[in-house]
């Protein structure tokens, strides 16, 4: 069967690109370390991206806005993390977690009401119209930053790491911070879970034929207002749960953060090849790698180098690793 | 003795500030195969798209197994057993063959639950619809396009089916096979309303008929009075057929 | 003349350094009201505070100051936050013929090579950020690698920082990406050439902006791992909300609450809590000064605004602050004053609310600032 | 002889053609109508913006090509300007130095974007030059040896259009003309002049086939039109009106930085100018400009008024707080798509066409034509 | 002459035209008939450039077309109807024909690219496009957007794109689908005096056999892309292979052989 047919070649570049910078940094526990923290660092970006390769590669929608829900999952983390100050205070993990899972439901569920919001106000006109899209999600940007600024006002709020997850994991030189292997536990999560509804159920598919046909999909009995609605508010959620791991990663927040990713997440998409979740995956742990190691071997080049993965991965595959295939 | 699973009486429907149904009244009966006729732009898409809950009537009153839809949204109309091949075929271009039939097999999640003998039918009538079944559905010829759409609304049992134009584009040999199935599906006790410009089709196959101009049937009754009636064909149809 | 002194605050009422601009705001009113007594008048001339937000954009900035000075009628005018709008409203002072009283953007060219006689600063320059930060670290036998933006605030930071050393070693010099977010790379390359240097390690910090680089500073454990210390300047207090992963951590700041003891700053500290409920912070006692000078040089004119007059006034005039004394030096106009070299509470934790206990006071004369305007 | 001046393209609707001549001549009196510099200094940048927002509807609105590096261009015309300036000392010889390298450095690249854009999907070729502009901004910032980095460049320009220079003693109309109003009226004449040989441009035959390429880029090149070539063309154009639109920039401001000329947020502006005024609609740029600029200069001011007239509710005065004027101007944004799907041009236009334009269809103004394949 | 040497295109692993040989002289029409998917459009699509071969060539008067690009072979005489609409819609219907015309035009206007003239001065383009207009009986609604048009209007003006172009080969694929039969005849009517005059080649797509009958001088038939028949049009109509695959005149329709 054809849909089995698994394209590894873009999978293949994350452990290959990985091997061929080991002679250039020499020092086996440095390579170690930066592997490691870049692979993690892509979890990460995988993980606020997730949401809007879902929203985009389902609903054709481009979200400016999707930095939003970033920067409201983290702000909602301050206020709930901020108010259980004796679990993250504790040295045991465990404890932590008893105060940080709450917080990133809590962070999900706030996220995906905006999300319900937002549909409802701002993208619902929009469906089908790319620049329209932009514009009015772009507003939607503005407005929502401003709103967080109303509400937690302007300034940079510490969003502390919890006692237990802070430090590293000692691998003889070679340091591996514990929040990094959190992070590629959730990110693993959550690409799981992404991969088994969009493969393993109908949802994916009835959405994508929404998009290209609503009344169709109507007209064969499938109710696809409430799909969208659904599936803009997990994108929201998932962006604020990003927004969580984003703010612990930080150790602060500020309102324009989520502004401040969209340009990164743009890059992870088109790398993907826009709407793949698996694209967006290797777009981003290619993105964490890659700034690592050029950041160690050449940090002048650093700068550009998500600019320079870019092109040369559409000189490769010019609409991205994963062309929309999920 | 036959009832009317499908009844409009008075309807009138706007599209945006354009009148364009003026009270249709139309009886399509049970297990039967009604015919509606009439020249471009008479409102035939409009009447089907009316009665899928896709423009909403204005006016009027619009039953299906007595029950008035009128006031119903398009997936619960098709929920209440009702299949549509809308006039542009609504292929879903970016998904494979077999996506689209999947989608359209609404009771089934995956493709192993799709009735097997009934997909083996239909891939006897449409044969493109079994050679490009991995394939996406966009790249399909004119004229496979219009099987698929066909195949989709039959791959499960529907009580009515309502067909805009399905023999456009189709070689003859294919609009056999089309005529063909929708003789067995009436067989099996499906009613169908079609619309077809093709008269030969509809003649081979319909009830009865009615016939729309200006947003308003103008003539409904028995095919074989109008198949033999060149006098009424011609005031009604402004030809012969 | 008219009976009214216009003074015209250009400065981020919104835009990326929002929070820094309001503390100025506060902070100058709070200073004018400290200065004139709760009058708000010099020699029966009110002082009226014309605000205007140059949201961070200088040529935003440019017109409004431009309009500031033309339409408003202002006499003088004090500002802004950001270092690229003061470099672009510096030449618009002069056009104008009237008094830019720089507070608090950085930027050394601003006395330095693009100044002009009518540009004053009560803020610190980044030479003073980086000589203060110097002085406290400068000892035989200590090793330091640098950790900057890689743009010119960094780099000019590092260069101030490096010439005012003299018995430490600078052993490496790392730039990283302004929006650097992962600093595992600089991290590891900074440890690579520190982990195995002789006597104290020291990374030294100077970075602006939420990305910073602490919370991995932090988790990397260097102190226990490779006996690494890490070292930075001041910043508003949010932000150094981050230094308590570094008990016992050393460094140089403009400011803090608790250092200075004197009239201006115990009044400041006093009123600030009872009205906003918060200690002031960095920016506070910024805007705070520059009152403090405004209301000192009109006092000498006798209330008289005209520019040259004041100009003639605050050439070398000394005045006090919440940081104590401060003068304007002669040949740029920039003022010199104290800088605190603190050290982070030793038994304080991850987490919990900023503490710095003060090492020492290091007065004007401890410093050396070199005068860089010459040929302007 | 006026028609011809406007290429036959007239506003076609009398409202339409009222405002734009009110704008006209208020642009061309604003210093003896609505003295001080503010205002000055509003009507420059409305006439930059012009130019701007003109050459951006060019490739936008006439071709269908949604591009954020557009900025990157207006960039290049202000730092040429910028730079020449700082190097080579004030004077008109460094002016068009700085012009003449700007204009080739655009030429080469928009060359270089033009060919590139056939490569990609349209909504992918967008997102590629979001990422191209942030990096040509940090480029900019990095090169600090030219571009004088974040803090940007100060500079002087010729003499003659300094403010310190005053040819006459004498108040002209109670205004006394200085180099500063000199230049206002050079910009004035530089931008009429530039909008006129644009509106000329897409109603040439040339511009003609930029619609259909927009309509339908499949049955263009079917009917024999070499959409490559067009394509390029037009973002070349576009490219260099940008280039010139920063040059102006530059000129009046006497400063350029990276904030300035080639931050995102001029490229959002830009954006919503155009909705605003009307897609593919050159006037459009010219009532979407002055719309926008004023509101947005006054924007502050306004919500200083509302919020102190409701200090009594706390929860709105924060919400009308002056500092939060951004907010109203996202919602600016959301509401002008909402409401102003053609633009004021587009809206005015249909109420005198009289031809019912259907509800369904003005929701469907995406310029990018998805051709079929057949 | 338009002709076509061993005309090859494959999509993955399916060959959807296959070797097709073949020659179309001036002043005859050619009806191309087939079952659906036989690879009608796909050979149209190669033919007229929108799809590049992946063997054989393309010949025009002994000139190769074959490295062309589509819009160079518009120039170069071959004119393509579209069998699914493809037009400008938000353009008048005027200003549609007028850009067609104005691409088939040289001197100093050449198809646009000069940007000083002003295009509403171009009087002799719109006139050369009203008169077309005026032929396929669409005058009246010269000044409506195409998008506002009904689909029958909207067949009759692509019809008039292709005849605004001048060119020396005519393809026109299914002009009459989704016509009704009152409707029809205008567009039967204008082939028809385009055959009249015998310089142009001309090809049609069709699947309604009794329009074929009348209007064909010869008929090739595709199976699965390949050529299977080529004659006159009652021989061909008369061949087993035409009557089973094709029209399915025995009882059960044949299963097309993959
Ligand atoms: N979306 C629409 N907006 C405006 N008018 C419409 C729209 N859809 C259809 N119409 C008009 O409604 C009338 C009836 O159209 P309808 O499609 O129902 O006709 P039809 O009988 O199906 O014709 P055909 O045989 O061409 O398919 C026509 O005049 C048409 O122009
Ligand atoms: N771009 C493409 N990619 C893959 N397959 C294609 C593509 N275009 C056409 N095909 C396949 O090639 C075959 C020939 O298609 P074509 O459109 O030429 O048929 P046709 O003879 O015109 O049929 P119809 O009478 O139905 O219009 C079909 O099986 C179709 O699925
Ligand atoms: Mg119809
Ligand atoms: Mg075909």
Redesign the interface.
């Known amino acids: 069967m054809k849909s089995l047919d698994v394209d590894w070649k873009p999978l293949a570049l994350v452990p290959v690109l990985s091997l061929v910078v080991l002679p250039f940094i020499g020092s086996g526990s440095t390579w170690l370390t930066l592997t490691v923290a870049g692979l993690a660092m892509g979890m990460i970006i995988f993980i606020i991206a997730s949401g809007l390769t879902l929203v985009f590669g389902l609903m054709d929608v481009l979200n400016f806005g999707h930095g939003v829900f970033i920067a409201l999952g983290a702000f909602v983390a301050t206020t709930v993390l901020g108010a259980m100050g004796d679990y993250t205070a504790s040295g045991s993990l465990w404890v932590n977690l008893v105060a940080v899972f709450p917080a990133m439901l809590a962070a999900m569920a706030v996220a995906g009401a905006l999300g319900l919001v937002f549909e409802r106000f701002i993208v619902r006109p929009v469906y089908g119209n790319h620049l329209k899209q932009i514009l009015i999600t772009m507003g939607g940007l503005i407005i929502g930053e401003e709103l967080i600024k109303v509400i937690w006002g302007p300034l940079q709020i510490p969003l502390p790491l919890p006692e237990g997850m802070r430090g590293s994991i000692l691998l003889g030189d070679a340091a591996v911070e514990k929040y990094r292997v959190i992070a590629v536990v959730v990110g693993l999560v959550v690409f799981g879970s992404l991969l088994w509804t969009l493969t393993r159920t109908k949802i994916g598919l009835l959405i994508r034929a929404g998009v290209q046909d609503r009344e169709m999909v109507e007209s064969l009995g499938y109710r696809i207002r409430n799909l969208f609605i659904g599936v803009f508010v997990v994108g929201s959620a998932l962006a604020g749960l990003g927004g969580v791991m984003w703010g612990l990663y930080q150790q602060n927040v500020v309102p324009q953060m989520g502004a401040q990713v969209n340009v990164l997440i743009f890059i992870v998409l088109i790398i993907g090849g826009l709407g793949s979740t698996t694209g967006a995956l290797v777009g981003a742990l290619l993105v964490g790698l890659v700034a690592n190691y050029t950041g160690f071997l050449v940090p002048k080049a650093a700068l550009f180098s998500n600019i320079a993965l870019m092109m040369a991965i559409l000189l490769w595959r010019p609409q991205g690793v994963y062309a929309l295939s999920r | 003795m036959t009832t009317d699973l499908l009844t409009l009486s008075g309807v009138h429907t706007h599209i945006g500030a354009y009148h364009i149904l003026h009270g249709v009244d139309l009886r399509v009966p049970r297990g039967q195969l009604t015919l509606l006729l009439g020249r471009n732009g008479a409102g035939k898409t409009t009447t089907l798209r009316t009665i899928m809950g896709l423009w909403r009537a204005s006016a009027g009153r619009i039953t299906l197994a007595g029950r008035d839809i009128g006031a119903l949204d398009t997936p619960r109309i098709a929920g209440l057993g009702v299949a549509y091949v809308p006039e542009n075929m609504g292929i879903f271009a970016d998904l494979s063959v077999k996506e689209n039939m999947l989608l359209a097999a609404r009771s089934a999640q995956r493709l192993a639950q799709i009735d097997g003998d009934r997909l083996q039918w239909i891939f006897k009538l449409f044969p493109a619809v079994e050679k490009f079944w991995n394939h996406p559905a966009g790249k399909l010829s004119g004229g496979q396009k219009q099987m698929l759409a066909v195949a989709r609304a039959i791959v499960e049992p529907r009580d009515l089916l309502i067909v805009d134009e399905p023999s456009k584009g189709l070689a003859p040999a294919i609009i056999n096979n089309m005529i063909e199935a929708f003789g067995q599906l009436k067989a099996s006790g499906v009613t169908i309303l079609l619309v077809e410009q093709n008269f030969n089709f509809a003649r081979r196959l319909g009830d009865t008929v009615a016939v729309m101009d200006n947003g308003r049937v103008v003539h409904a009754g028995a095919m074989k009075d109008l198949a033999e009636d060149e006098q009424l064909q011609r005031s009604l149809l402004g030809l012969a057929l | 003349q008219s009976g009214e002194v216009r003074i015209a605050h250009v400065y981020s009422?919104?835009g990326?350094l929002?929070?820094y601009g309001?503390q100025t705001q506060t902070g100058l009113m709070l200073g004018l009201e400290f200065a004139t007594n709760g009058t708000m008048a010099v020699n029966g001339k009110k002082l009226t505070v014309i605000e205007k937000?140059d949201q961070?954009?200088?040529?935003l900035g440019?017109?409004l100051l431009?309009?500031a000075y033309?339409?408003d009628k202002a006499d003088l005018a004090i500002g802004p936050t950001s270092?690229?709008v003061a470099?672009?409203l510096?030449?618009v002072a002069e056009?104008y013929k009237k008094i830019l009283l720089v507070e608090p953007a950085v930027?050394d060219?601003i006395t330095g090579d693009?100044w002009n006689k009518y540009i004053f600063r009560t803020g610190r320059n980044s030479t003073q950020d980086a000589v203060s930060n110097a002085v406290s670290l400068d000892q035989p036998n200590v090793h330091i690698a640098t950790l900057a933006q890689?743009?010119?605030?960094g780099r000019d930071g590092v260069k101030a920082f490096k010439d005012a050393l003299g018995k430490a070693k600078i052993v490496h010099e790392?730039?990283?990406?302004p929006?650097?977010?992962?600093f595992?790379?600089?991290l590891?390359?900074i440890i690579?050439r520190l982990k195995d240097q002789p006597g104290r390690k020291v990374i030294w910090v100077v970075w602006a902006g939420?990305?910073?680089p602490?919370?991995?500073l932090?988790?990397?454990?260097l102190k226990k791992?490779f006996n690494i210390e890490v070292s930075t300047g001041g910043n508003i207090l949010?932000?150094m909300?981050?230094y308590?992963?570094f008990p016992g951590m050393e460094g140089a700041s403009y400011y803090y609450y608790k250092f200075p003891k004197n009239a201006a700053n115990d009044w400041l500290v006093k009123e600030h809590q009872r009205r906003f409920n918060s200690p002031p912070d960095f920016f506070t006692a910024g805007g705070f000064s520059a009152a403090m000078a405004v209301v000192e040089a009109l006092k000498k004119t006798n209330g008289d605004a005209n520019t040259n007059k004041l100009i003639a006034a605050m050439e070398g005039m000394t005045f006090e602050t919440p940081k104590g004394p401060m003068t304007f030096r002669k040949e740029d106009h920039q003022a010199m004053q104290s800088m605190y070299h603190f050290r982070v509470a030793p038994d304080i934790?991850?987490?919990q609310p900023i503490e710095l206990e003060l090492v020492r006071e290091l007065k004007p004369a401890d410093m050396k600032v070199p005068v860089r305007n010459k040929g302007a | 002889m006026f028609i011809r001046l406007l290429s036959n393209d007239l506003p076609r609707n009398r409202l339409l053609a009222v405002v734009l001549a009110a704008i006209v001549l208020a642009l061309a009196f604003t210093p003896f109508i609505f003295p001080g510099v503010k205002a000055l200094n509003v009507a420059a940048k409305v006439l930059v913006f012009i130019v701007l927002v003109a050459s951006f509807d060019l490739l936008l609105g006439y071709t269908g090509i949604v591009s954020f590096a557009h900025t990157m261009f207006f960039g290049i015309g202000a730092y040429g300007v910028a730079i020449a300036s700082t190097r080579m000392g004030a004077g008109w010889g460094s002016l068009a130095v700085g012009m003449a390298c700007a204009l080739a450095l655009s030429f080469v690249l928009a060359l270089a974007i033009g060919l590139f854009s056939l490569r990609v999907r349209a909504i992918f070729f967008s997102m590629i030059t979001l990422a191209f502009a942030a990096a040509f901004q940090t480029l900019a910032s990095q090169l600090s040896e030219f571009t004088g980095g974040e803090d940007g460049l100060s500079f002087k320009v010729p003499a003659w259009l300094s403010p310190s220079f005053e040819p006459f003693e004498a108040p002209f109309l109670g205004v006394t003309i200085d180099g500063r109003l000199i230049c206002y009226w050079l910009l004035f004449v530089a931008a009429a002049v530039l909008f006129l040989l644009m509106l000329r441009i897409v109603n040439s035959p040339f511009g003609r086939v930029l619609q259909a390429i927009r309509e339908n880029e499949f049955r263009a090149e079917a009917i024999g039109y070499r959409v490559v070539v067009y394509r390029t063309v037009s973002s070349i154009l576009s490219a260099l009106f940008a280039t010139l639109a920063g040059a102006l920039l530059a000129l009046w401001l006497r400063y350029n930085g990276p904030d300035t000329s080639l931050s995102f947020e001029i490229m959002l502006d830009v954006l919503l100018i155009v909705v605003i005024g009307g897609m593919g609609t050159l006037y459009g740029a010219v009532i979407g400009s002055a719309l926008f600029l004023v509101a947005q200069s006054y924007l502050q001011d306004l919500l200083r008024l509302a919020s102190e007239s409701v200090s009594g509710l706390p929860a709105l005065a924060a919400l009308l707080s002056p500092d939060r004027w951004l907010l109203w101007l996202g919602l600016l944004f959301v509401l002008s798509v909402y409401y102003f799907p053609t633009g004021v041009v587009g809206r005015l236009r249909a109420l005198s066409a009289r031809r019912a334009v259907l509800p369904s269809k003005d929701h469907n103004g995406a310029p990018a034509v998805q051709a079929s394949t057949r | 002459m338009l002709s076509t040497h061993e005309l090859t295109i494959r999509f993955g692993g399916h060959v959807a035209v296959n070797g097709v040989t073949c020659s179309f002289e001036p002043g005859t029409l050619t009806a191309i008939v087939g079952p659906n998917g036989a690879g009608k459009t796909t050979y149209f699509n190669l033919i007229s450039g929108q799809l590049r071969a992946s063997a054989g060539r393309v010949l025009l008067n002994g000139r190769d077309l074959s490295g062309l690009s589509a819009s160079q072979r518009t120039r170069a005489g071959l004119g393509r109807a579209f069998q699914l609409t493809n037009l400008f819609p938000r353009l008048s219907v005027l200003e549609n024909v007028r850009l067609a015309v104005q691409a088939t035009r040289e001197g100093p206007h050449r198809r646009g690219l000069s940007l000083w003239s002003i295009w509403s001065d171009h009087h002799a383009l719109t006139e050369r496009a009203r008169e077309i207009l005026r032929e396929v009986a669409l005058h009246e609604k010269q000044d409506e957007l195409v998008s506002n048009l009904p689909h029958g209007d909207q067949r009759k003006l692509e019809v008039a794109l292709l005849i605004a172009l001048e060119p020396q080969v005519f393809m026109f694929d299914e002009p009459t689908a989704g016509m009704n039969a009152a409707e029809a005849p205008v567009i039967l009517d204008l082939i028809r005096r385009l055959k009249a005059d015998r310089s142009k080649t001309i090809l049609l797509v069709e699947h309604k056999m009794d329009v074929v009958r009348e209007l064909a001088d010869r008929i090739i038939v595709l199976h699965n892309g390949t050529l299977v028949a080529d004659g006159a049009p009652a021989e061909v109509i008369a061949l087993p292979v035409v009557q089973e695959a094709y029209l399915g005149t025995a009882a059960v329709a044949q299963e097309e052989s993959a």
């Open positions: 009422r919104t990326p929002e929070a309001k937000d961070g954009k200088p040529d440019k017109s431009a309009t033309s339409d270092s690229g470099l672009a510096l030449p056009e930027a060219a693009k890689d743009y010119a605030f790392e730039y990283l990406p929006t650097t977010t992962d595992t790379a600089g590891q390359r690579d939420s990305n910073s602490f919370a991995r932090g988790d990397l454990d791992r949010p932000a909300a981050a308590s992963q934790k991850p987490g």
